[in-house]
């Protein structure tokens, strides 16, 4: 049952990052042809981040 859990929060976190990553790219979409560079470290950075919380979520269980 628990790892069912962390799997549905992994999944949940997936979609909330995809979501992110779209709504940025509908509010500044100038940036994907200027700033191509910032806006793929910006999405580097948040995946990394997101994997780290998942890995602290796994550890925990």
């Known amino acids: 049952m628990r ?14 990052a995809l979501m992110v990553i779209i709504i940025l790219y509908r509010v500044h979409p100038q940036s994907t042809s200027g700033n191509a560079e910032q806006l793929g470290e910006a999405i580097s950075n948040v995946t990394s981040n997101l994997t780290d919380q998942v890995k602290n979520e796994y550890s925990n269980l």
């Open 3 to 16: 790892r069912a859990q962390g799997a549905l929060e992994y999944l949940f976190m997936m979609a909330i």
